[in-house]
């Protein structure tokens, strides 16, 4: 994993828009209607070449192909392993419980996409057993890359934590959350090998290791959410055995929606079990209104002096631009926290599509946003570097 060295490295969380046409074939396939395969598959290449195209042109260094091939960050494994089918009821996020008047004001546009709210169960044994899809992605991924001249500096290439899909797509066959992990973690070993083995860093999304405080862990208290944390993150050095950890950046989130978050659990509660991770990097939300101070977190005492930190400067649930200004005074804090510019890349605070159709973000606004995100870490790089 490269680290910053005379500038700051740009890079983002991994979902990047689809186009118009792409998201409504995902929702049909999601749903379960027919879908004709040639005509996804031609919105999946057009997709991808956009967002490839919209990366180069913001000023990314470490890019991906976007997640284009995907329905979501997480539920798209239903098409590469056993196990899965029906519909999870998954429990209601507790600021929804709280705020039930913002729920009638935003939830609705939500439900135009790709639920994450119903994915699939698991409702038998939990299995890797069709590479194809995974083997297409990281092929085409690789010819859009030839074709632009390896136009990134690094690349990445996202997978899911199997607490999350623990926690998502509802256990009705293994009935104990521990034989659960173990399998989804044999399973995903699969997916994280291929993409280290392609030469991609390997990010793993792993919202589930914060955001379900207040989701499925909503009603139980903080030592049970540190247990789960704690044997998610087991679960998850197993799947690595075989990929060095400077390969791996660990992105971890309170949820990508633009809601109250008066409920997620802080920063501070969770740190201690997150830095026990195998992985070069903690990739980290900063710029929401929620989390943006705990980057005082972020301290040569408080993270293993080899951990690099990806921070979120820029908020992905927000339509406002941020001025280049603002992103590099934001790097300039986490900087001033951690002691040391080649600690830190900066990117987004999550994915900007994390399912087809659930973003809270313009099409447009998005490259904006990335465009800013480059034209402040040049002036932060002026600052500190």
Known sequence: ?????????????????????????YVALSRGEEVDKSKLEDAIYTSTDAVIQNQINSGIHIGNNGEQTRESFFSYVRHRMSGFGGASNRPAFQDMVDYPSWVDLKLSGYLDGVSLISAPQAQGEVTYTNKDPLEKEIDQFKDFLAKEDSPFEETFMTAPS??????????????????????????????????????????????????????????????????FINKVIKA?????????????????CWGNYNGPHDSDIPLKTILPSLINAKVGALMLSMANPRHAHEYRLLTKENLPEDMLIVAGVIDTTSNYVEHPEVV????EAVVSSIEDPQRVIVGTDCGFDTAAGFRDVAEEVVWAKLKALSAGAEIASKRLL
């Open 1 to 25: 994993m490269l680290s910053t060295k005379s500038y700051f490295l740009t890079t983002h969380s991994g979902s990047l828009p689809r186009t118009k046409d792409l998201v409504e074939l």
């Open 162 to 227: 199997p607490g999350i899909i623990a926690a998502a797509m509802e256990d009705v066959f293994y009935g104990d959350m521990d034989a659960y992990l173990e399998a989804l973690a044999a399973a995903l070993k699969t997916e994280y090998d291929a993409i280290y083995s392609a030469g991609h860093v390997l990010q793993l999304d792993c919202p589930d290791l914060a955001m379900e405080r207040h989701v499925y862990f909503a009603d139980k208290n903080d030592a049970e959410f540190i247990e």
């Open 236 to 252: 998850i050095d197993t799947a690595l055995t075989d990929i060095p950890k400077e390969s791996v950046r660990m992105h971890v």
């Open 328 to 331: 590099a005074d934001r790097i």
